[in-house]
């Protein structure tokens, strides 16, 4: 199974900061890789896919990059509601993998 | 709008088979750009992909799981469902259903169930 590496595993930012989160996969996955955002007690919500199309109503300071086996979701500009755990999933091959999260947490 | 709706029971005894279902609203599920998925996230850990389906039975499974979970599609009903068997605490988790929507040569859930927790416990 691929493993998905995400860093920092939790950081403390501040609203207006600049956030990157890192995925890093144990081979090569094109760019076959999504981006999730889970607020505590919700299901996830999907920002990102194809590691860097936008979902429908994600707001544009979210974007990804990113091809083979490291790949990059940014929040250009931190904003109060999304403070929240993101996750990244390959779906390149089976089984699907998740990276650990990363928890954004208020400074 | 398509929406999912897990149901099943809340509490589940170990060594039994834990049995959920999602039911699909708001569109079809015997459509050819959809998959349909299980993923659980037990209390204050990570997400695990358990398996997905595709409306004509063909099934994926997560190979820590496989020699116990059973994922089927009814589409007369709008459902698809989950069987986990041979429970243990190590299962207790809030389970959630999703559409995976093929987009290009990827893919994505793009759509989940609010999730349903599942306890196993005697």
């Known amino acids: 199974a691929i493993q998905m590496t995400q860093s920092p595993s939790s950081l403390s930012a501040s609203v207006g900061d600049r956030v990157t989160i890192t995925c890093r996969a144990s081979?090569?996955?094109?760019?076959?890789l999504g981006w999730y955002q889970q607020k505590p007690g919700k299901a996830p919500k999907l920002l990102i896919y194809a590691a860097s199309s936008l979902q429908s109503g994600v707001p544009s300071r979210f974007s990804g990059s990113g091809s083979g086996t490291d790949f990059t979701l940014t929040i250009s500009s931190l904003q109060p509601e999304d403070f929240a755990t993101y996750y990244c999933?390959?779906?390149?091959?089976?089984?699907?993998?998740f990276g650990q999260g990363t928890k954004v947490e208020i400074k | 709008q398509l929406q999912l709706q897990e149901s099943g029971p809340g509490l589940v005894k170990p060594s039994e088979t834990l049995s959920l279902t999602c039911t699909v609203s708001g569109g079809s599920i015997s459509s050819s750009s959809y998959y349909w998925g299980w993923i659980r996230q037990p209390p204050g850990k990570g997400l695990e992909w358990i398996g997905s389906i595709y409306y004509s039975g063909s099934t994926y499974y997560n190979p820590s799981l496989k020699s116990r979970v059973t994922i089927s599609v009814d589409t007369s009903k709008n459902q698809f469902s989950l069987k986990l068997s041979s429970v243990t605490a190590a299962d207790t988790a809030v389970y959630y259903c999703?559409?995976?929507?093929?987009?290009?040569?990827?893919?994505?859930?793009?759509?989940w169930g609010q999730g349903t927790m599942v306890t196993v416990s005697s």
């Open positions: 999933l390959q779906d390149y091959n089976y089984p699907l993998t």
């Open positions: 081979q090569g996955i094109r760019n076959d």
């Open positions: 999703a559409r995976f929507v093929i987009v290009a040569l990827s893919g994505a859930f793009d759509i």
